[in-house]
């Protein structure tokens, strides 16, 4: 049986850390994701978890941290924030490589400079080709069912890579919501116990932890298969929680002419205007992208074929690109498609400007001007910005 509670998203995926109750968790501050760790210490301090609680100087010594906890077999997490993840840097591609179960939330949040506080994809999106899986959240409630999941999938023999759940900096990470978290017991049962493959500590089996690993067989040691895994424990944990999680939320998107691809909290905001304008007739859809890594574009493709018109929002920008990152993997996926549809970008919410129903009703009516036209005036816009 759930407990309905109203909790912020710092605040659910602290008491999701809690119910995991990790080996070690390795800690650094950074707005906005100092709360989450703030409020786990408490819980180690109060004797709620087994965790070993390691302060560090740095994020860069966080993650080096908890590689060195996970390579002696410990199940290990941290947390962090833009210029922290960016500060990580070397030692997130470490981790992949290294194949370890990591699981870490990333409050996004705009990657300096100039100094910004508040909510884009910058940080995670810089990330996306170190390895690491990332699953985006919607609401706080998909950042505690995330991140409950992120565990079975990182541990999983198949996998084994370590995970980032992702949630909307301040709009999600600060913003209270009613939201149902699974009974303690419930949880430690179904994330169960950890057994690591090869840990440093097992002496009678030695292992070597980070060799150097050439052309010979470097390239078969980076290629992994994670989407099979991921929505096989999507499947165990719709029967533990009743929610179903895929790689994608298709939403009103069967019959539309028109569609949205976005992620995180940008959603809601976007469900809601589809469900006007199909009020007033218009046949206008939305794909909600959770998993980001590993790139669904397959199955992203058979989604939105037959559509007329489609318009990729990106809350990061690839500077000196020609679009933002999400749109380049869309239109790569949708390329040599039969009848594929027209395909526009939109940068949007840069350093935490608000995005508003009037906005991406813009965007819907973008699209249906293509429709009416068959003309794209504009491949890449900048949604809402002062010229």
């Known amino acids: 049986m759930s407990i309905r509670v109203a909790k912020t998203g710092n605040e659910a995926v602290a008491e999701g850390m809690r119910q995991i109750n990790p080996d070690v968790v390795a800690a650094y501050p950074i707005t906005p994701q100092t709360e989450i760790v703030q409020i ?116 999983n023999k198949k996998v084994l890579l370590p995970v980032m759940v992702t949630m909307d900096g301040f709009i999600i990470s600060h913003a209270m919501e009613v939201m149902h978290l699974l009974e303690d017991e419930k949880v430690k049962q179904w994330v169960g116990e950890y057994v690591p493959e090869n840990p440093l500590l097992d002496v009678d089996n030695p292992v070597t932890v980070g060799p150097l690993d050439l052309y010979d067989w470097n390239m078969e040691h980076k290629r992994q298969q994670a989407k099979p895994v991921i929505l096989e424990v999507a499947r165990d944990y719709a029967k533990l929680s009743g929610r179903e999680y895929g790689l994608f939320e298709e939403y009103m998107l069967d019959d539309a002419e028109i569609a949205i691809v976005v992620l995180g909290s940008t959603a809601g905001t976007a469900k809601e205007v589809v469900k006007a304008l199909r009020a007033d007739g218009v046949k206008a859809g939305l794909l909600k992208l959770r998993v980001f890594r590993p790139f669904p574009a397959c199955e992203i493709a058979r989604a939105l074929q037959g559509k007329k018109a ?3 929002m990106d809350r990061s920008d690839s500077f000196n690109a020609v679009s933002g990152p999400v749109f380049a993997e869309v239109r790569s996926a949708m390329y040599g498609m039969e009848n594929a549809p027209a395909i526009v970008d939109y940068i949007y919410g840069i350093g935490g400007r608000d995005v508003t129903m009037d906005h991406i009703k813009s965007v819907y009516d973008d699209l249906a001007k293509i429709v009416k036209t068959g003309q794209v005036e504009k491949n890449l816009t900048y949604l809402a910005i002062r010229e």
């Open 40 to 155: 786990f210490s408490s819980f180690v301090a109060n004797g709620k978890v087994d965790t070993e609680f390691v302060t560090v100087e740095s994020e860069h010594s966080a993650m080096s941290a908890t590689v060195g906890a996970a390579s002696a077999g410990a199940r290990a997490m941290t947390a962090t924030s833009a210029n922290g993840l960016a500060l990580m840097w070397e030692i997130v591609y470490i981790a992949a490589s290294m194949r370890l179960p990591i699981v870490m939330p990333v409050v996004n949040r705009a990657l300096s400079g100039p100094l910004n506080i508040h909510c884009d994809h910058s940080d995670t999106m810089g990330a996306r080709d170190s390895g690491w899986i990332q699953i985006f959240s919607e609401d706080a409630q998909e950042a505690y069912d995330n991140l409950l999941q992120a565990v079975r999938i990182a541990e």
């Open 310 to 312: 489609v318009a990729v």
